[in-house]
Structure formats: structure tokens, C-alpha cells
């Protein structure tokens, strides 16, 4: 049964995940294919908001094209006398969840990354406005965090006015994550969880340190702090650290405590600071994803926004899937492009120094956080377009990931090369491996053989030097 009466669709927890498909949408607002778009919370005196105003600027719902995707904005404006700046980023990250419970109404992602659709059937029952879609945000920031007194919500589709509005969310995203640099991890005796993404991805939870933020890029370790102080029962809670179980992978027994209690045992030891065997769980809204390119021994980071396939040939959705989903896939890691800012970023991988293939537009972002004898060293997608070209550039610009394999080639020497006669093969093949579960890294992939019984006419055993992660 629907919360509200008067809206024409239910409204409810139960519509939370619901996936709508191209074919069963009238609208998309925002999305991959749109340049304009983004949703921005703003904290306002008390004189300058209009309680349960809901103000919509260029086209409505009915008048936008069936099947077509719209530039699209939201702001949301409160005050309350308990209310300052430092709630923005909690009150903005909650339109996600409350969004989503509308019936055939689906949003993904945060900041200038929103990607809604409003589904045909729910169009046909009379969704065909922002303005009950506006009443349903009002009602559900009103009742869920009473700290707010007063909300007026403005939904944008007018492109004129997107192209004023846009600069000015991207500077109050960019003060918001500024605010929150400088904080260490060791510093601190309390990171923070999100859930909001289990509804997509049941076994992941965010852990939010001030050196690691959010998947999404939309909640700060002092967000999750917030959060937690105004709505203990909410979807952000306070994470006790606990015992430093090991300092340069990042694991706290506080940590995993938590992981295992929020995932119901799912995933109960998490690394924080490395791409590799526990790394964080990825959910499905992660900004940008880390993959591991065994040819090169590197990591290349992608985001969202970019078109086409990455230099392993994979596209960032094929790649997204690969980690999405509450997982803790090794070698992938879905990431925030907030953390590319961070002392911690893959520190227990080597940090930037592991990093081999950026986007320009993701390295331009963060170039300032990047070490300046590496920065020239990293390839983005003008450099190189597959792993031989980028092979090529990591060697003649010297990356510090071209040592690691002059120290892995080196053992060659000492290797020792069994041969196994025709005769022997022939007579008593022997399996040279076997495992209930082998994992092997390919191209990008993670293969694992089941019960598997592995033959070979030859087998090279090499020491290794070096660790490889
Ligand atoms: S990505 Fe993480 S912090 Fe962001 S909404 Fe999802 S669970 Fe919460």
C-alpha cells in the first residue's frame, strides 16, 4: 500500500532496486548520454526557504519526449536552526534513497552523475509531473530527519538554466571534499558505514574514513559523521575501529566486526587500503573502478563518464560488472575519484606508483595529488589505446612498474625446466595441479577452476623476488 494517497504511484521500501529497462521507460533524466545534469542539497536561512515549495524550471514530465534523455537538475534547499553547511552532503545523498522509492522511478549514482528513468507504466497511472515526485521528497525529508524544518525542492530541465546552475554545483561538491582533506585515518578512533546501496548490492557496506571516501564520492568521513549524530537509525552509522590488525593493508578489527555483522557473514575481513585479496566491496555506484592489467603489473582506473573501452579493451560498464554487487573481486575495486586524492590511495599496491592508465579528464582532476616524478609516467587513452602500446610507454617513460618486471624476469636463470617425456605423458599423466578452487588472473579477469585437475607436457618452476602485490 502506498504511503501517500494522493500520489498516483505507491510509494514504499519494496520498490528500493527496482531496475527499469530501455525498452519499459518514458524518460531518462541525466544519464551517460546527457552532459548537463546533477542534484545539490544547499542549507539556506530560515527567510529564504518556502516550506513544501516545489518549483520546476523548463519543460515538465508530460511535455519531454517518450524514449528520450533530458539534461536534468535538482536542488534541494532547507533550514532549520540545528542545520549547517556540514548536513549538505547528507541531506543531497538521501534523495537517492527516497527517489527510489517511488514505484517505476530509478536513481543511480550522486553529484553531477545522476542517472534517472520514470517507467512507462508508471507514467500511464498519472506520474507524469515533478511535482507529486517533489511531494514525495518533501514528505519523506520531513519525516525521516526532523532536524529539518523547512524544504523547498526545484527540479531543473530548462538548459539555460542548467549551464548557471552547473558551475555552482561543482563548486560546492569541490569545498565539501576539500573540507574533509587534511584528516588522517590514524587520527581518528571512529570510521563510519553506509548500507543505502544494499538495496542494488546486498552485501556491501561503505566504510568511510577520512583518508578513504565513500564509493560514490558523495559522503565524507565528516558526512558520515553527521549523518550518524542526526539519524543513528539511518542508513550511516558509526563504526568503533578497534585493533590495528595490519597498518599497510589498511585492516581494522572494527572493520571487519562490522562488515560481517552488516553483510550477515558475507564478507567478514576487509582491507582497506589495497586493490587486491580483500579489498572493500564494490556496490554499483562507484564513480570510477580500479582494474589489475596482469601484462603490465599495473592498475588502470576508469570512471563512469568515459566513453569507450579502457586500454584492456574492457568498457567501464563490462568492468563495472565484473565488481559490482557487494563483492570483494581481487584486482578490482570499484572507488570513489575522491580517494585518488588520498595518501592512502592503493598505498599498500605501491600508491601511484602502481597506477599505469588514467583518462585524461580523471587525471587532469586529480593531478595535483599525483607524485611529480610519476605523473608524466602514467598513460591516459592518447598515450595508449591497448596493453602493447601502453607496455611501450610504461618502458620508455621508465614507470616504476617496469622495475617490478625486470625483477620478476630476472629468476629466468635459476629456473628449472621439468620435462615430462612423451613416454611418461603417455603412460602415467599425472595432474601437476589440483585444487577444490583455483583462481588464475587473465586479461583482466578472474577465472576460478572448480575441482580442478591440471596435465602439462612441461612445467617452468621460477623463484620468485619480489611480491607481486
Ligand atoms: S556508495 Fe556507499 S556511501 Fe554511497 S550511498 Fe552507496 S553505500 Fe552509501
Not at 510509494?11 to 531518462?28: F, K, L, P, S, T
Not at 580500479?290 to 576508469?302: K, S
Amino acid at each position: 500500500m502506498s504511503m501517500f494517497k494522493d500520489i498516483p504511484v505507491e510509494v514504499g521500501v519494496i520498490y528500493e532496486g527496482e531496475r527499469i529497462r530501455r525498452n519499459d521507460m518514458q524518460v531518462e533524466l541525466g544519464g551517460p548520454t546527457v552532459k548537463q545534469k546533477f542534484e545539490l542539497a544547499k542549507v539556506k536561512p530560515m527567510d529564504e526557504v518556502e516550506d513544501g515549495k516545489i518549483t520546476i524550471v523548463g519543460p515538465d514530465l508530460k511535455d519531454l519526449k517518450e524514449g528520450g534523455a533530458y539534461p536534468f537538475g535538482i536542488l534541494v534547499e532547507a533550514a532549520g536552526a540545528k542545520l549547517d553547511a556540514g548536513l549538505e552532503g547528507v541531506i543531497e545523498r538521501r534523495i537517492h534513497g527516497y527517489l527510489n522509492y517511488i514505484e517505476g522511478f530509478m536513481h543511480l549514482n550522486q553529484r553531477y552523475d545522476i542517472w534517472m528513468r520514470l517507467g512507462k507504466k508508471s507514467f500511464a497511472k498519472g506520474l507524469n509531473s515533478f511535482e507529486p515526485i517533489g511531494k514525495v521528497l518533501y514528505r519523506l525529508f520531513k519525516s525521516e530527519l526532523p532536524i529539518i524544518e523547512k524544504i523547498q525542492i526545484t527540479f531543473i530541465t530548462d538548459t539555460a538554466k542548467l549551464a548557471e546552475m552547473t558551475p555552482e554545483a561543482m563548486q560546492a561538491y569541490e569545498s565539501r571534499d576539500a573540507k574533509a582533506r587534511g584528516l588522517k585515518d590514524s587520527e581518528v578512533d571512529t570510521f563510519y558505514g553506509c548500507v543505502l546501496c544494499q538495496s542494488f548490492a546486498p552485501s556491501h557496506v561503505c566504510v568511510i574514513t577520512p583518508q578513504r571516501y565513500s564509493n560514490c564520492g558523495a559522503i565524507s568521513w565528516f558526512d558520515g559523521k553527521a549523518s550518524a549524530s542526526i539519524d543513528p537509525k539511518g542508513p550511516v552509522f558509526a563504526i568503533p575501529r578497534g585493533e590495528i590488525i595490519n597498518e599497510e593493508k589498511g585492516e581494522f578489527s572494527g572493520v571487519n566486526e562490522a562488515a560481517k555483522k552488516r553483510t550477515m557473514g558475507e564478507v567478514n575481513q576487509v582491507w582497506l587500503y589495497t586493490a587486491f585479496d580483500h579489498p572493500h566491496t564494490s556496490c554499483g555506484c562507484f564513480e570510477a573502478v580500479a582494474f589489475y592489467i596482469p601484462e603490465v603489473d599495473g592498475l588502470g582506473v576508469v570512471q563512469r563518464s568515459f566513453k569507450g573501452a579502457a586500454v584492456n579493451g574492457l568498457p567501464f560498464s563490462t568492468l563495472a560488472d565484473s565488481t559490482a554487487g557487494g563483492r570483494q573481486i581481487d584486482g578490482f575495486h570499484g572507488m570513489s575519484i575522491e580517494y585518488m586524492r588520498s595518501q592512502k590511495f592503493f598505498a599498500a599496491d605501491g600508491g601511484w606508483n602502481r597506477i599505469v592508465w588514467v583518462p585524461k579528464e580523471v587525471k587532469e582532476r586529480v593531478k595535483e595529488f599525483i607524485p611529480r616524478d610519476v605523473v608524466d609516467k602514467i598513460a591516459t587513452e592518447e598515450d595508449a589505446k591497448n596493453v602493447d602500446e601502453l607496455k611501450a610507454f610504461l618502458k620508455a617513460k621508465n614507470h616504476p612498474v617496469v622495475a617490478r618486471w625486470e625483477a620478476e624476469a630476472a629468476p629466468v636463470a635459476e629456473a628449472q625446466a621439468v620435462q615430462v617425456t612423451e613416454e611418461q605423458a603417455a603412460t602415467t599423466m599425472m595432474p601437476v595441479a589440483t585444487a577444490a578452487s583455483l583462481p588464475i588472473m587473465a586479461g583482466g579477469f578472474k577465472i576460478i577452476l572448480k575441482d580442478a585437475k591440471i596435465y602439462a607436457s612441461k612445467v617452468i618452476i621460477q623463484a620468485k623476488t619480489d611480491e607481486k602485490r
